[in-house]
């Protein structure tokens, strides 16, 4: 084996993962992490950019830092939250979930988490796209795919693989022994989503819209059938501005309304 193990996904999951396993072997485990992405793009999800998953609760963060001693500081954690406020579609209603957070930049947190995780003994290949696993009988011994770099096949073996390459996985795909884990996620059980991370010049406030110590969320469903749009701070004049729509709900409200969004 080449390995004792394998990462798939040099994102945010496969990077905790890498950690968590670094740090309770007392980093005596070889581990490689495997990125489709550039070593300076970890956890880029497509070509305009990161996923959202900007919040995130202080709860969690404590619980990460407490177990596997990695801690999360600035600039990874950009702003700090008190909890959320869901909306109503006429904003008249209000519900408030109270609870400390923080807001991520999702672009550094990757690059810095990875440094640290090198540190704790952890090896990366980068710009590698993963095809299939490899099999010994029935039981998973390593991946393969295409080196992006030289164009060349690419293998490697670990006595223990960690699929974290997402929720389009095509190695969750190939499973052939698995009677327990979705292959494959049924599209009803997605969300299609678009962010954007704006800047803007402060004008009259209006909590229902922009609150520096609150993450809004929106629930309309002629904005956003069978989801929420969101208004996420990332600082008194940053946010985070997006939407996540169901697609059967999304035709629905589209035939209702005559529109073909």
């Not at 290949?125 to 009988?137: A, S």
């Not at 004049?237 to 709900?249: D, T, Y």
């Amino acid at each position: 084996m080449d390995y004792d193990v394998i990462v798939a996904g040099g994102g945010l999951t496969g990077t905790v993962a890498a950690q968590s396993i670094s740090h309770y072997s007392n980093q005596n485990l070889s581990i490689l992490s495997i990125d489709r992405n550039p070593e300076m793009f970890p956890g880029r999800k497509s070509n305009p950019g990161w996923t959202c998953g900007d919040a995130c609760s202080k709860e969690a963060v404590d619980f990460m830092t407490e177990r596997i001693k990695i801690p999360w500081t600035s600039p990874e954690i950009e702003h700090n939250v008190k909890g959320v406020m869901a909306f109503s579609p006429d904003k008249e209603t209000a519900i408030p979930f109270d609870g400390d957070g923080y807001m991520l930049n999702r672009q550094k947190l990757p690059e810095i988490q990875n440094a640290r995780t090198k540190k704790m003994g952890v090896n990366f290949d980068f710009e590698i796209n993963l095809t299939g696993l490899i099999y010994d009988g029935q039981q998973v011994i390593g991946v393969q795919g295409v080196n992006n770099k030289t164009k060349q096949p690419y293998k490697k073996t670990a006595k223990v693989v960690v699929d974290a390459t997402g929720v389009t996985s095509m190695l969750r795909n190939q499973l052939q022994n698995s009677t327990k884990i979705e292959r494959k996620i049924d599209r009803r059980d997605l969300e299609s989503t678009g962010r954007h991370i704006m800047y803007f010049e402060n004008g009259e406030k209006d909590l229902t819209e922009f609150d520096p110590d609150y993450c809004i969320i929106h629930l309309d469903q002629d904005i956003a059938p069978g989801g929420y749009s969101w208004v996420f701070p990332k600082g008194d004049n940053k946010v985070n501005i997006g939407l996540g729509v169901e697609k059967s709900i999304l035709d629905q409200r589209n035939k209702r309304l005559g529109k073909n969004d």
